[in-house]
Structure formats: structure tokens, C-alpha cells
């Protein structure tokens, strides 16, 4: 009963539920690629290159080799929630661990954030270039990166509440009981972190696709024969005079599942923090 209570609670503004549809239905089909669609993502015919929509059975057209856009942006759906999930993932989980560590014990506080400040001082892009460019181009290299890139943002956040919760009358009790520092971090002060955590999953999440889509653009993202939607972007652009759809509808993907998610998010954090919470 609590879940479809919470549920209700969530959806009771319109444009969230409208979100959590559209992203549903974007792992849907990325899921069942093969399904709902009549090409390979990587099945070409230079014959029929740059076809308007509705064109030779191309839903949405073809690019520049004759490749169905419709399949590679189905295929692509994968990689890019794969590189927005794992780099959410590995930020929340590395980013929580700095955070209470910095916010529980005052002797690491110092040296943990100051390691922190230094990464946020420059823009997320800049040092998500500087990584990768050390790195090398490749999948799991740009979600190392972006790990590394979005880490301290979690962090701040948990060490701000992870302050808080210290001082906390429950916290002092445990103390007293003898309760280890491990089993205060475990028991008391991680369970309440979920909210401020859950939040900051959607919007890296969120970011994580932008990020790689600019990176991508860039030339210093995924290698180009991933089809990701920053690639797909960044391979057609000079072809988008011929046919605006190559750019148009890996664009719009982008643009919408950003969106969703940060809308998703943005109830999340309303439904978490009553303070926060919108008339309705």
C-alpha cells in the first residue's frame, strides 16, 4: 500500500507522469531494438543514402551511408542510457563513500574537500576532455571519466547532510550505546542520505547523455563506430544542409531524455522535501 501511495504522491503533477511515460517507453524500445525495426544499425547502401523520412521503408530517413536512423537511434538508446546509468551509478557510490567520510570524521574533512573544490573549479566539459584525452578514446574510458567528473557534486551534497546527521540526538545515542563508527555510517547516517542521493541519480543521469553527446561532438568521446546519439550527431553534421533529419532526430532524443529525467528528478526531490514541494 505504501508504494502505490508514494506512486500517486509522484505523479500527481502531470508533466512528472508524462516524463516517467516518455522514459519508459525510450528503455522500452531500446530493449526491444531488434523488435521495432526493419535495419541493422549499421546496415548500409550508399544507394540510398540520405532518404527523407518515410523514404524506402526508412521510418526516419537515412544518413550519410545509407543507414536506417531510426535503428541507430533505437541501438544507440543503449549506449547512451548505458553511459548516463553507469556513470550515475559510479558517482552516487564513490561520491557517497567521500562524502561521509569528509562530513563524519573532521580530520579528513580538510583534505577530502579541498580534493573535491580543485575538480569543481573547472567545468564539467573541460575536465571531461582533459580525462578522456589522458585516458583514450573509448566506451569505458568516457564513463570513467565522467564518473571522476561528477563524483565531487555528489559528494558536497552528502557531506553537507552527513554534517548534519552527526549532531543528531539518534546519532549520540548510538554512541553512547557503543556503536562502532562503521555501524553509525551503516545504520543511522546512510539510511537517512536516501533522498538527497536519489535525486542527484536523476540529474547525473541526465547530464551524463549531455556530456557524452558534447564529448561526442567533440571528438573526444565514444570511438565513431559506437552508435551513440553524440556520435550520430557528430558524424552527420555536414550533411544537415541535405538532410536536417541526421542531426534533427538524434538531437531531439537527446533533448527529450534529458528533459525527462530532469523533470522525473525534479518531482523527486519535491516529493522528498516537503520545503521543496510546488503548489499543485
Not at 523488435?35 to 530517413?61: C, I
Not at 544507440?76 to 559510479?90: E, H, P, V
Not at 547523455?209 to 561526442?216: D, H, K, P, R, T
Amino acid at each position: 500500500m505504501v508504494f502505490p501511495m508514494i506512486l500517486r504522491k509522484l505523479f500527481r503533477r502531470r508533466i512528472v507522469l508524462v516524463a516517467a511515460v516518455v522514459l519508459i517507453a525510450i528503455v522500452v524500445l531500446a530493449i526491444g531494438a531488434d523488435f521495432v525495426t526493419a535495419f541493422g544499425p549499421n546496415d548500409m547502401s550508399v544507394l540510398k543514402r540520405l532518404r527523407a523520412p518515410g523514404v524506402d521503408g526508412y521510418l526516419l530517413g537515412s544518413d550519410e551511408l545509407g543507414r536506417d536512423l531510426w535503428a541507430r537511434i533505437l541501438y544507440g538508446a543503449r549506449y547512451s542510457l548505458a553511459i548516463g546509468g553507469m556513470t550515475a551509478l559510479g558517482a552516487v557510490v564513490f561520491g557517497t563513500f567521500l562524502g561521509l567520510i569528509a562530513g563524519f570524521f573532521r580530520r579528513l574533512d580538510g583534505a577530502v574537500m579541498r580534493v573535491v573544490d580543485a575538480m569543481m573549479a573547472f567545468p564539467d566539459i573541460l575536465l571531461g576532455i582533459a580525462l578522456v584525452a589522458i585516458l583514450g578514446p573509448s566506451f569505458s574510458n568516457l564513463v570513467l571519466a565522467l564518473v571522476l567528473v561528477y563524483i565531487p557534486r555528489v559528494a558536497r551534497v552528502v557531506r553537507a547532510s552527513t554534517l548534519v546527521l552527526r549532531e543528531q540526538l539518534f546519532v549520540e545515542a548510538a554512541r553512547s550505546l557503543g556503536v562502532s563508527n562503521t555501524g553509525i555510517l551503516l545504520r543511522h547516517i546512510l539510511p537517512n542520505l536516501v533522498s538527497p542521493v536519489l535525486v542527484q541519480v536523476s540529474f547525473i543521469f541526465a547530464y551524463a547523455i549531455l556530456a557524452e553527446a558534447g564529448l561526442s561532438y567533440l571528438g573526444v568521446g565514444v570511438p565513431p563506430d559506437i552508435p551513440t546519439w553524440g556520435t550520430m550527431v557528430a558524424g552527420s553534421q555536414q550533411y544537415a544542409h541535405r538532410a536536417i533529419g541526421v542531426v534533427l532526430f538524434p538531437g531531439l532524443a537527446i533533448i527529450v531524455t534529458a528533459l525527462s529525467l530532469q523533470l522525473l528528478g525534479d518531482g523527486v526531490r519535491d516529493l522528498l522535501d516537503p520545503r521543496l514541494k510546488k503548489s499543485q
